[in-house]
């Protein structure tokens, strides 16, 4: 098989992807920052300039995206300025946020660092926490202990939530409850090649993992086991994004490491059999805020 060709390339580490009906791939660039959208001609233009360390992005109701970083925050596409909805505590192991999510009711899952993935002072890494913003903006932990919090993503039922701990080179499961709460933090999958990074879940309730250093994306049935492997010509796979009009495009994204040069990370477009699941738009009540 002809290995395959990125549709964009020269970033430091690509991730966040969400997909927008109108603005088509979003993406950031969690190095050098800012985030960007793809045209479908494949050319890149800048969505919002400057901010770097965007782990995660969701789609906002009101005609922007939340993004996490340094703080959980809402940003109005056309404008520059943000709006906090949940900000760090380095005070309490809470150094910033990196992947995030949303439910059916609009509420926003967001995995917070307890100390940096990118900084290394030589100390231990410090767990972090699972954090559940509420609609009207009211926040709370509702999972504990994740070494690395990376991909999140529900079953199509929404009884089921995944998570990835890269650290500790596995996806856990919580059952969710209606008020948003989780239940116990059990294991679903662990991975001995490349660690487990952003993840999507397709409309079959098939899960789909990016393995950072394992170069590839690797696709779980929903009892946990490898069904599949899609292989990429960069180690660093660091998310997964299902897009198009028929959400039957995977788009995997990547970072430098492992490769010679700083700006080496690329976005990559494969064409799948089953459709993915649209994340649903944020409804956090920024009026509130």
């Given at each position: 098989?002809?290995?395959?060709?990125?549709?964009?390339?020269?970033?430091?580490?690509?991730?966040?992807?969400?997909?927008?009906?109108?603005?088509?791939?979003?993406?950031?660039?969690?190095?050098?920052?800012?985030?960007?959208?793809?045209?479908?001609?494949?050319?890149?233009?800048?969505?919002?300039?400057?901010?770097?360390?965007?782990?995660?992005?969701?789609?906002?109701?009101?005609?922007?995206?939340?993004?996490?970083?340094?703080?959980?925050?809402?940003?109005?596409?056309?404008?520059?300025?943000?709006?906090?909805?949940?900000?760090?505590?380095?005070?309490?192991?809470?150094?910033?946020?990196?992947?995030?999510?949303?439910?059916?009711?609009?509420?926003?899952?967001?995995?917070?660092?307890?100390?940096?993935?990118?900084?290394?002072?030589?100390?231990?890494?410090?767990?972090?926490?699972?954090?559940?913003?509420?609609?009207?903006?009211?926040?709370?932990?509702?999972?504990?202990?994740?070494?690395?919090?990376?991909?999140?993503?529900?079953?199509?039922?929404?009884?089921?939530?995944?998570?990835?701990?890269?650290?500790?080179?596995?996806?856990?499961?919580?059952?969710?409850?209606?008020n948003g709460e989780l239940g116990p933090k059990k294991l679903f999958a662990q991975f001995s090649s490349g660690a487990p990074?952003?993840?999507?879940?397709?409309?079959?309730?098939?899960?789909?993992?990016?393995?950072?250093?394992?170069?590839?994306?690797?696709?779980?049935?929903?009892?946990?086991e490898q069904t599949g492997f899609i292989p990429i010509p960069l180690p660093m796979c660091?998310?997964?994004?299902?897009?198009?009009?028929?959400?039957?495009?995977?788009?995997?994204?990547?970072?430098?490491?492992?490769?010679?040069?700083?700006?080496?990370?690329?976005?990559?477009?494969?064409?799948?059999?089953?459709?993915?699941?649209?994340?649903?738009?944020?409804?956090?009540?920024?009026?509130?805020?």
């Amino acid at each position: 098989m002809e290995p395959m060709r990125p549709v964009a390339d020269g970033y430091g580490l690509i991730e966040g992807p969400v997909w927008h009906p109108t603005l088509g791939l979003i993406f950031s660039d969690v190095i050098n920052g800012g985030v960007f959208h793809l045209d479908p001609t494949d050319r890149a233009h800048v969505v919002f300039p400057y901010r770097r360390g965007i782990g995660g992005m969701v789609l906002h109701e009101q005609n922007g995206l939340v993004v996490s970083g340094r703080n959980i925050a809402y940003k109005e596409f056309g404008q520059e300025s943000s709006l906090v909805i949940l900000d760090s505590d380095p005070d309490n192991d809470n150094v910033g946020y990196n992947d995030i999510t949303a439910d059916s009711q609009g509420r926003i899952y967001a995995g917070s660092l307890g100390s940096s993935p990118v900084f290394d002072d030589g100390r231990e890494p410090t767990a972090g926490n699972l954090h559940l913003i509420d609609v009207d903006g009211t926040s709370r932990i509702v999972a504990e202990d994740i070494l690395l919090t990376n991909g999140l993503g529900f079953s199509p039922d929404g009884t089921t939530l995944y998570h990835s701990d890269s650290r500790r080179g596995h996806v856990v499961k919580y059952a969710t409850k209606p008020n948003g709460e989780l239940g116990p933090k059990k294991l679903f999958a662990q991975f001995s090649s490349g660690a487990p990074d952003g993840l999507a879940v397709a409309q079959d309730g098939s899960i789909w993992v990016a393995l950072a250093g394992g170069g590839g994306v690797c696709t779980l049935s929903p009892a946990g086991e490898q069904t599949g492997f899609i292989p990429i010509p960069l180690p660093m796979c660091t998310s997964v994004c299902f897009g198009g009009d028929d959400m039957k495009t995977l788009y995997i994204v990547t970072g430098s490491d492992g490769v010679d040069g700083n700006d080496r990370g690329a976005i990559f477009r494969h064409t799948v059999s089953v459709p993915g699941l649209a994340v649903p738009a944020a409804r956090i009540d920024i009026l509130r805020i």
